[in-house]
């Protein structure tokens, strides 16, 4: 079996040449970041958003709103140590959770040895993934850190079938200080979107939910069997 039919692809390098990274995805590639990333992502929502918000929260957020059926195929793209892709696969999904960083890949393998996820080290900017070969595509903060992220959602919306779903979560743009020096090239190279610029990028697809909780936006994008990009 391929990728294409199910969670067949482990460890393998789905992508076609490699693309530059930001100084934030350089990071990730170390063993040291990957340790620590869950801690992070445990405090980090609370601290982004003002308010306690914690990963419980989340989950049933994204539950509610996403509703994924037991056996349907989701990419989790950007990973990290596998949040997503773990809950997708307590959900009866199959999964292929794929990242940048082969630490962090086996970081969440070691934290989430569930049989229903398969790990890729492969890049959505510029990957070999099929075209609509995805019931849904997560997407957990990996937009504010991507090199390209127009490109990075471009890729989302291509893999994705018709009546499919796409989950992000991303810090939005504030205008803060703390943003424009995260936003330079080697202070991370980091990018934080609007939600009407992240909808332009995503063709043939349409707003079902949107949420915003401090600097933190979460929503839910529906792709039209149409093929047309409509805005809610």
């Known amino acids: 079996m391929t990728c294409m039919d199910g969670p067949a692809q482990r460890k393998e390098n789905l992508n076609l040449p490699a693309p530059a990274m930001t100084a934030a995805q350089r990071s990730n590639l170390s063993p040291m970041t990957a340790r620590a990333y869950s801690a992070w992502r445990r405090r980090s929502l609370s601290l982004l958003a003002g308010q306690p918000f914690d990963l419980a929260r989340e989950e049933r957020l994204f539950l509610t709103q996403c509703a994924p059926q037991r056996g349907g195929w989701w990419l989790d793209a950007g990973t990290s140590t596998g949040f997503y892709a773990e ?75 018709p009546g499919g779903q796409v989950w992000l979560m991303y810090l939005r743009r504030t205008g803060g200080p703390v943003q424009g020096v995260l936003a330079h090239p080697a202070a991370g190279g980091l990018t934080f979107p609007d939600p009407a610029w992240v909808a332009r990028q995503l063709p043939g697809l349409h707003l079902a939910h949107g949420l915003t909780v401090g600097a933190v936006r979460f929503e839910r994008h529906v792709k039209t069997t149409a093929g047309r990009h409509t805005a809610s």
């Open 87 to 161: 809950v997708l696969a307590r959900a009866g999904c199959r999964v292929l959770a794929a990242d940048l960083s082969p630490a962090m890949l086996a970081e969440a393998a070691r934290q989430h040895p569930h049989p229903g996820i398969d790990w890729a080290a492969l890049n959505v900017e510029d990957s070999a993934l099929p075209d609509a070969s995805f019931d849904g595509v997560t997407v957990g903060a990996t937009l504010n850190e991507t090199h390209d992220p127009a490109r990075f959602l471009r890729g989302v919306a291509r893999v994705l079938r």
